[in-house]
Structure formats: structure tokens, C-alpha cells
């Protein structure tokens, strides 16, 4: 699949993209992830992508022509399945959204900034508001970053042991159960023994046991 971020600080987040699983789905050709500067689609003489709102509201608002210029440019290569905006209004981000994203083939990621973007590009381009969590950050780039660590690495084949990104994490809509490694017994603190007994059924049921009983404990708002 290929991803196309949109964002006046493609700085932020080129670091991220180029490490760990990302790297990984990129150099397997199982992934393509692209940034575009929106300075680089202003005719602004200063490369400004942004300007006063109408209404006297406060803030600094991002101007309609840099994003329409960049996204027409972009379309002009491929057909996207959707252009998201990350915007703290939006649908909130959850496993579910990132397993279905992860099965398109092309998607653009625009990252809000300063006070937002004109509406008329959320009325007329935007496809799809996604927010990562009921606060405000500086800008968008922090979302998209995760995002796509999400989407990209649930796809097939990036991370070597598929059964490990499927055992995640809110995948069949609960926590984890309980996880140990060597040594059985650290301190006095010891693995449980079911663990130990390789009896794989009873392992699997204590496994769920664990999982609601944690998802009961510390998230109970997702059994609801």
C-alpha cells in the first residue's frame, strides 16, 4: 500500500519512518510511505500556507489553494481510497479503523496545523476525520506518525510472526493477557505455572481468562 502525508513539517516525522516496523514494510516493498512539504504548493513568494480567519476568530488558519494544489497533484498519479484529515473533531482512531485502512491501496494523510484548515477543504477534498484521543496537539504529524505505524503494521507480511501482530493488543476487542519471559523465577517472582505445562488448550483458556479479566479491570467501557 502506499501512503501520502501532507504536512508543513515533514521534519517530524521522517525520522519515524525510516526506523523499526515502518522501516521494515518499506524495504520489503509491502509499504510505500511518501511526505509532501505544503510549502512546496504555495505561490506564496514567503512559502506561507497560512492566514487570518475571517470573523476576527484567533489563530492562524491554513489556506485552501496549498492543500488543493498538493492533493490535485497527487491524484493526478493514482486513485486514493480516501483522504484523511487528522483533526480532534474526527471519528476516534481504534484497532478496527486501522485493520480496515490497512487493506486500501492508496490513502493521503493531511496533517491539521495552527488553528486548523479552511473548512471548504473539509466540505469539498477530505474523505474521512480521524482523531487519535480527546485532547489538542501542536499539530497533526504526531497523529498521522501513528497512524500508520497502526495501519502499516497489520499488514501481511511486515512483521515476521503474523500470529504476533494478530494476538495484539485490542484485535478481538480486549487487552492482552499477562506476558513472561526467562527466567521462571526472578527474585522470588515466578512465571505461572500454567505457562510452564504445555497443555496449549488450558494455556489458550487461561490466556482469555487473563484478557477479561484485565479488559474488566482497566477497561471496562470496552465490554460495554
Not at 501512503?3 to 520489503?28: C, H, N, Y
Not at 509499504?31 to 480567519?53: G, M
Not at 505445562?197 to 470496552?222: C, F, H, V
Request: aromatic share 8%; net charge negative.
Amino acid at each position: 500500500m502506499r501512503i501520502d502525508i501532507i504536512t508543513v513539517l515533514p521534519e517530524m516525522i521522517e525520522g519515524f519512518i525510516q526506523e523499526s516496523i515502518l522501516a521494515r514494510a518499506q524495504k520489503k516493498e509491502l509499504a510505500e510511505i511518501h511526505l509532501h512539504n505544503l510549502r512546496d504548493y504555495t505561490l506564496d513568494k514567503w512559502r506561507r500556507v497560512d492566514d487570518y480567519p475571517y470573523g476576527g476568530f484567533a489563530g492562524m488558519v491554513m489556506q485552501c489553494e496549498p492543500i488543493d494544489r498538493c492533493i490535485t497533484t497527487l491524484k493526478e498519479s493514482r486513485n486514493y481510497d480516501d483522504v484523511i484529515y487528522t483533526s480532534p473533531d474526527g471519528e476516534k482512531f481504534s484497532q478496527p479503523i486501522a485493520n480496515e485502512l490497512s487493506l486500501k491501496e492508496n490513502l493521503i494523510i493531511l496533517c491539521g496545523h495552527y488553528k486548523g484548515i479552511d473548512h471548504r477543504i473539509r466540505e469539498h477534498l477530505i474523505t474521512r476525520e480521524i482523531s487519535i484521543g480527546d485532547y489538542v496537539l501542536t499539530g497533526g504529524e504526531l497523529a498521522a506518525a501513528v497512524m500508520t505505524d497502526a495501519i502499516v503494521r497489520v499488514i501481511p507480511g511486515v512483521i515476521g510472526d503474523e500470529q504476533s501482530a494478530l494476538s495484539d493488543c485490542f484485535q478481538d476487542g480486549l487487552l492482552s493477557a499477562p506476558i513472561y519471559t526467562r527466567p521462571v523465577e526472578y527474585k522470588g517472582w515466578k512465571v505461572p505455572e500454567i505457562l510452564l505445562s504445555g497443555n496449549e488448550a488450558k494455556i489458550k483458556q487461561w490466556e482469555l481468562d487473563q484478557a477479561m479479566e484485565r479488559t474488566r479491570q482497566l477497561r471496562p467501557d470496552l465490554l460495554d
